[in-house]
């Protein structure tokens, strides 16, 4: 039998979950005690919480319990502030959607395409203008490479060459592609390689690029290559 305390301790929310979901089974097939719940919530010596804080407080109860359901939320917005940290963090972070080989992670390429400075993706044209961002305290001879494949052979052409070391907080040069003649190139490379020493600027020969390509390569200098290839 559920004593009128019982009833009144219900409408005021102060219930657990499991007794609160017994009264609401027994209220189901009871017409009788049903009677007695809306007696006791008509009288005004009925004090605390009304029947909206106790609806309240059972759906803060139900959320506890099938807070798992959220998780796949709580997944999707992590990731998505991951993303935003890629295309939204200062420059000189990471390329992380082109960074195919190195030695080393100090130096980040950026191009100025159309939607303004941004780090090195598949949406860069040869007309659109180069940068490197220093990322640690180093300070840095700076070399900036073309690597094209020519029918399996690689070609080599110098983008870059730097005759005095770069920090990360001096002014960065602006370049752009350009081929064998110094003429602006029409076809982006197939990779770029950004060669660096705090002591001399590295000289990069085209024997040299499949040695780089080896896991654990140690050629004297630092190196990232950056790949725009569509099928990398």
Do not use: C
């Not at 690597?147 to 002014?171: C, K, M, Q, T």
């Not at 990069?204 to 390509?213: G, K, R, T």
Request: aromatic share 14%; charged share 25%.
């Amino acid at each position: 039998m559920i004593t009128d305390l019982h009833l009144q301790k219900f409408l005021e929310g102060r219930l657990s979950v499991d007794e609160s979901e017994a009264v609401r089974e027994m209220l189901k097939k009871s017409p009788e005690l049903q009677e007695r719940l809306d007696a006791l919530e008509g009288r005004s010596q009925i004090v605390g919480r009304s029947r909206w804080a106790r609806l309240f407080l059972d759906r803060k109860d139900t959320r506890r319990k099938s807070k798992w359901t959220y998780l796949p939320i709580v997944i999707l917005i992590l990731f998505i502030f991951s993303l935003a940290g890629h295309w939204f963090s200062r420059p000189g972070d990471n390329s992380t959607f082109t960074y195919q080989a190195g030695n080393a992670s100090a130096v980040e390429l950026l191009y100025d395409g159309e939607q303004h400075w941004r780090y090195l993706d598949l949406r860069y044209s040869p007309t659109d203008s180069l940068t490197f961002s220093i990322r640690d305290k180093g300070r840095y001879y700076v070399g900036v490479y073309a690597l094209y494949n020519r029918d399996g052979n690689p070609e080599v052409i110098p983008v870059f060459s730097g005759v005095e070391p770069f920090a990360r907080s001096g002014n960065m040069p602006k370049f752009m592609l350009q081929d064998h003649d110094g003429n602006p190139a029409s076809t982006a490379p197939d990779h770029f390689l950004v060669a660096y020493h705090a002591d001399f600027l590295p000289r990069v020969q085209p024997e040299i690029i499949p040695f780089l390509w080896s896991q654990g390569a140690s050629p004297g200098f630092h190196f990232q290559i950056f790949s725009l290839s569509q099928s990398q």
